[in-house]
């Protein structure tokens, strides 16, 4: 995986980082689907099940949200979110960003589809962080 994310720095597709709460690696979080012409990605991020609950996610999101809007001109960021995830979706709200919509059926893992819930945050809306 790593190595994945390495040549992506490189063509600038995605951008993966550590989550840490003190010195504790606690999760991962990424920038994926970059489009630089479009001003366009998404926020995704996994933190580790001691570790939710304790701002891990919302810092990450924050910190990437900022980081692609000032650092990287970015436009539109994007958070998929299973509709399930609640503790997710309330991160999605904490950091600013609007609920969509529900893709339906959108989502295919190990042979099993489920509905994404979208959630947007533009550059032009009000500054939450």
């Given at each position: 995986m790593v190595e994945r994310?390495?040549?992506?720095?490189?063509?600038?597709?995605?951008?993966?980082?550590a989550v840490l709460l003190g010195e504790e690696v606690?999760?991962?979080?990424?920038?994926?689907?970059?489009d630089l012409?479009?001003?366009?990605?998404e926020i995704g991020y996994l933190i580790g099940p001691a570790a939710r609950g304790?701002?891990?996610?919302?810092?990450?999101v924050e910190?990437?949200?900022?980081?692609?809007?000032?650092?990287?001109g970015l436009e539109r960021l994007?958070?998929?979110?299973?509709?399930?995830?609640?503790?997710?979706?309330?991160?999605?709200?904490?950091?600013g960003y609007r609920r969509e919509g529900i893709l339906?059926?959108?989502y295919f893992k190990e042979g099993l589809r489920g509905d994404v819930g979208v959630w947007s945050r533009l550059r032009a809306d009000d500054p939450v962080l």
């Open positions: 994310y390495e040549r992506a720095w490189d063509d600038a597709s995605k951008a993966g980082f606690v999760g991962f979080a990424a920038l994926v689907q970059v012409e479009r001003g366009e990605a304790r701002g891990a996610a919302t810092s990450a910190l990437l949200t900022r980081w692609s809007f000032d650092g990287l994007e958070l998929r979110i299973d509709p399930a995830n609640v503790g997710s979706e309330r991160v999605a709200e904490r950091t339906r059926s959108r």
